[in-house]
């Protein structure tokens, strides 16, 4: 089954410990994104890939790193996380032809 | 920066009656794809139907239909014969030709579907 997978689901942890968010996607897809949805600002594009190597930064990047390594996989960093990053975090993928995208699960993460 | 604006932020509707949720979006750009997403309680994300703006012919995706108005910079989703399992969060998206991987969504509206 094609899917992008997020790991974990559910995550809380506390100021400043460094923390990361895996996606991987078993779909051969060039492109990948993070974004990041909060109560009434819907989602915003933290950081995107169209290849493996190359990465751009969305429309809220601060505070996050990402790797594009292999394919499959596109990490999202937190550093040093704080309070404002508590947030639902989801990684999609796509043909990079502005087809659709296809969605992970989410990960809600709690910063205290 | 391409903006998108959903300007109603809940909706409701009656069982099997049609709703219409508005978008409105700014962008300098001629060449452009807008999308509907639809976010159940599940908080999966679920792409509805999607227009490419070249295009003059609004697209239809079953009982989704879209009224794309290119000069006014409007991208409305149409729900005919609205079902319970419609209830959902949707938002509109916009992705540009020049830039592929950028995308920009709109806040959301919250649709609830009535018995």
């Known amino acids: 089954e094609a899917q992008v997978t997020q790991n974990p689901r559910y995550l809380i942890t506390v100021t400043g410990k460094k923390l990361t968010v895996t996606c991987s996607q078993n779909?051969?897809?060039?492109?990948m994104s993070w974004y990041r949805q909060d109560p009434g600002l819907g989602l915003r594009q933290i950081y995107y890939?169209?290849?493996?190597?190359?990465?751009d930064k969305g429309d809220v990047p601060e505070g996050y790193k990402v790797s594009r390594k292999e394919k499959r996989n596109f990490p999202l960093i937190l550093e040093s996380p704080s309070p404002n990053q508590t947030s639902l975090y989801f990684c999609a993928n796509g043909t990079g032809r502005q087809e659709k995208l296809f969605f992970g699960s989410g990960t809600q993460l709690s910063v205290l | 920066a391409q903006t998108v604006t959903q300007s109603q932020p809940e909706m409701s509707v009656q069982e099997a009656e049609t709703v219409t949720l508005s978008c409105t979006y700014d962008?300098?750009?001629?060449?452009?794809?807008l999308f509907w997403y639809k976010q159940p309680p599940s908080r999966q994300m679920i792409l509805v139907i999607r227009q490419e703006a070249y295009k003059q012919q609004n697209a239809t995706e079953n009982r989704f239909s879209v009224n794309f108005q290119k000069a006014a910079k409007s991208f409305s989703l149409k729900i005919s014969d609205s079902q319970l399992g419609d209830t959902a969060m949707y938002f509109c998206a916009f992705m540009t030709y020049t830039n592929a991987g950028k995308s920009t969504f709109g806040d959301g509206t919250t649709l609830t579907v009535k018995p």
């Open positions: 890939s169209m290849n493996v190597e190359v990465t």
């Open positions: 779909m051969n897809h060039e492109y």
């Open positions: 962008t300098s750009e001629s060449n452009y794809y």
